[in-house]
């Protein structure tokens, strides 16, 4: 079982900027596929952003690419999401994700085994 705590969100200017952290339990975050979805009212869960296991490889939703960077630590158990020139369309409830099963990064919802509870981002205009 993982345990996945985000953290980080908040209501910011359009503009502004904010980061995400989300911590994971368990002693093998290493081996786990990393994502971070978004849920605004009234829509599905889309895709964000993604990173590999080791952090050499990111991909990008092309909404948010060029203005957000998704980033791990190992040694932490910990994923980032680095949201900067912030847009009122990216408000939503943000989550992380775990994909234990696969060694590709995958951008469905559907494709991740375990999900943290969610942090509010709200950009105002």
């Known amino acids: 079982q993982v345990q996945l705590v985000e953290s980080g969100g908040g209501l910011v200017q359009a503009g502004g900027s904010l980061r995400l952290s989300c911590a994971a339990s368990g002693r093998t975050f290493s081996s786990y596929v990393m994502g971070w979805f978004r849920q605004a009212p009234g829509k599905e869960r889309e895709f964000v952003a993604a990173i590999n296991r080791s952090g050499g490889r990111t991909y990008y939703a092309d909404s948010v690419k060029g203005r957000f960077a998704i980033s791990r630590d190992n040694a932490k158990n910990t994923v980032y999401l680095q949201m900067n020139s912030l847009k009122p369309e990216d408000t939503a409830v943000y989550y992380c994700?775990?994909?234990?099963?696969?060694?590709?990064?995958?951008?469905?919802?559907?494709?991740?085994?375990?999900w943290g509870q969610g942090t509010q981002v709200t950009v105002s205009s």
């Open positions: 994700a775990a994909d234990m099963r696969r060694l590709v990064v995958s951008t469905a919802v559907a494709e991740y085994d375990y």
